[in-house]
T-cell receptor, first 110, second 113 residues
Framework: QKEVEQNSGPLSVPEGAIASLNCTYSDRGSQSFFWYRQYSGKSPELIMSIYSNGDKEDGRFTAQLNKASQYVSLLIRDSQPSDSATYLCAVRPPNYQLIWGAGTKLIIKP | GAGVSQSPSNKVTEKGKDVELRCDPISGHTALYWYRQSLGQGLEFLIYFQGNSAPDKSGLPSDRFSAERTGGSVSTLTIQRTQQEDSAVYLC???????????FGSGTQLSVL
């Protein structure tokens, strides 16, 4: 069974702090990893993709991938109230469709 | 259009009725997905179309659910004899290819009374 695990939260972080979201996956051969943000009542939108081990930075967002340990994380620096949302991790095993985690609810407290 | 378009945005139906949900993907996108999301829950995969290949129907919850994609573009998800547990948001997403990122439509909120 191909699985993607996330802590459901809620994760509460003070404004301006770093929010750290984690995701583990079961299929060691997975090659593509995505973080989507979903505001309440809205559809998911892609915020980060990562394909190689290490860090990938985009503005205040950093995705980290460790294939040996089978985890991918998302760091949000200088957290803003507008970052409050549910963050979905998605993983693509080889020759298979995306597998989704259930999401982590993030709350940024002003 | 510029994005994935879904219609209707809201659908209220009576138990036992059939419903059709429509998805118009981004032009040129070969991959199309249907997901279901219940309140406060994650995405539940329903069906996946990729080009001219046979669709992956492994996520359809029962034989009351079916979907088709005509001409490699517009897709219709049909739910026959709707039940109250079918109430959810039905999301469609398209992608340029199998390994590319997904672009989601705004969803159809289905309420079965």
């Amino acid at each position: 069974q191909k699985e993607v695990e996330q802590n459901s939260g809620p994760l509460s972080v003070p404004e301006g702090a770093i929010a750290s979201l984690n995701c583990t996956y079961s299929d060691r051969g997975s090659q593509s990893f995505f973080w989507y943000r979903q505001y309440s009542g809205k559809s998911p939108e892609l915020i980060m993709s990562i394909y190689s081990n290490g860090d990938k930075e985009d503005g205040r967002f950093t995705a980290q991938l460790n294939k040996a340990s089978q985890y991918v994380s998302l760091l949000i620096r200088d957290s803003q109230p507008s970052d409050s949302a549910t963050y979905l991790c998605a993983v693509r095993p080889p020759n298979y469709q995306l597998i989704w985690g259930a999401g982590t609810k993030l709350i940024i407290k002003p | 259009g510029a994005g994935v378009s879904q219609s209707p945005s809201n659908k209220v139906t009576e138990k036992g009725k059939d419903v059709e949900l429509r998805c118009d993907p981004i032009s040129g996108h070969t991959a199309l997905y249907w997901y279901r999301q219940s309140l406060g829950q994650g995405l539940e995969f329903l069906i996946y179309f990729q080009g001219n290949s046979a669709p992956d129907k492994s996520g359809l919850p029962s034989d009351r659910f079916s979907a088709e994609r005509t001409g490699g573009s517009v897709s219709t998800l049909t739910i026959q004899r709707t039940q109250q547990e079918d109430s959810a948001v039905y999301l469609c997403a398209s992608s340029p290819g199998q390994a590319e990122k997904l672009f989601f439509g705004s969803g159809t909120q289905l309420s079965v009374l």
